[in-house]
């Protein structure tokens, strides 16, 4: 009887060493795979930064018009170091294509806008096109991840006698690139995201070499592309943007349905050049807004008196808004439409004995500018903005003065409305 209680607390105990033994074990598993899943995510910093892209306004983009501009964006590298402009950082790449995003832009294939330039086919209401040249492994281990997530269709313009090699043409001192290999590009090709188009095979200027050279570079980089991917190449991207008439005619004999140019410029989708495409480099420097404004239209400034506030609009996208301080009844600032004639970093006002910060004048002696002050660095209405107290200049804050100055160009158009 005794002997079977003690074999009784002894099997309790024993349960009881188990079930610590498993327990503890469970949490060192649990620690390790957490670790190791750390490390993995820290490894790739793109998958870091990556929550799951969703629209600010998801009604919004259902209900907007069709747009007949078509941009298309130029990418080299996106990587997270970014040595020279034709480096977009990893960070900036994700915000961009958030930006894209929110503003309902829907990148299509150029394949797409072929099909709308022969026969009409329905396009996105604002459709834009991602286009990376030379074809750096970095959009592999870079961009794709970030457009995988926001599901967004790309077109890579490859060098054929590059592939698989390391940069020989445009590196730094410093580094060499590694361009694609075969097999991640048919890894890529599996995600249906990636299109693959030409670059030639050397990255020549096409239209600084003999035309029978370029004809190779241009037929021959074709046939490769088509041979070892088991897929029609259909579009051309010219090196340097370089190309002339004869070039351009070859790139059509030899079968291809368009070719991309490097011209800082927005297509239209009732007057496509398809033979010369425009583009616009993304480079390094972009701020997010003047990326929203490059894709979006011509720049215009709206000043409402009734709300008191300031719009800074590309097309009809809204860009910025500032609260601002406009004219005094007995001092009114002038209502109607204007250009901006002139920038002046720091204006002077002898009438007021002011100094006038980040001037952009509109109409006579009529300016934007930031709050006033006078020689003894004392401010004018600095706690009044949002009230018409001016002396009929449109007054910012200070830093949203500079904000709008640095946006604003000679001539673009202003609007003061009640
Ligand atoms: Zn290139």
Known sequence: MKK??????????????????????????????????????????SLILIKKPELKHPDYCKNIKHSKRLPILMYHKVDTKTPTEYWV?????QAQMQILLDNCFTPIFL???????????????????????????????????????????????????????????????????????WMQIKEMQKSGLVNFESHTITHPKLAKIPLNQAKQEIIESKQILEQKLDMRINFFSYPYGSYNAETKKQVKDSGYLGAVGVYQKINFLNDLDMLALRRLNIERD???????????????????????????????????????????????????????????????????????????QFFGNYLIHEVPYDKAGVRDGLDKLGQAVSHGCVRLDIGDAKEVFDWTDIGIGVVVQE
């Open 89 to 93: 950082s990893n960070e900036k790449f």
């Open 4 to 45: 079977d209680k003690n074999k009784k607390s002894f099997d309790f105990f024993l349960i009881v060493i188990i079930i610590l033994l498993v327990s503890l074990s469970c949490i060192i598993i649990l620690f390790f795979h957490n670790n190791l899943f750390f490390v993995k995510l820290n490894y790739n910093t």
């Open 286 to 360: 972009i701020t997010n807004k003047e990326f929203l404004t490059k894709i979006s239209g011509e720049k215009k400034i709206i000043i409402d008196i009734s709300d008191q506030k300031m719009k800074l609009l590309a097309g009809n996208t809204l860009i910025s808004e500032y609260i601002i301080s406009t004219g005094a009844k007995a001092t009114p600032t002038p209502r109607g439409e204007f250009k901006i004639l002139t920038k002046n970093k720091l204006g002077w006002s002898s009438l007021y004995n002011s100094y006038l910060p980040f001037s952009l």
């Open 111 to 181: 394949n797409e806008l072929y099909e709308y330039y022969l026969t009409g086919a329905n396009l996105p209401a604002r459709p834009i096109i991602l286009t990376f040249d030379d074809g750096y492994e970095n959009f592999f281990l870079n961009a794709l991840p970030i457009l995988k997530k926001f599901n967004f269709k790309s077109e890579l313009f490859l060098i054929t006698d590059y592939i698989g090699e390391t940069n020989k043409w445009d590196s730094l001192k410093e580094q060499n690139y590694r361009h694609l290999s």
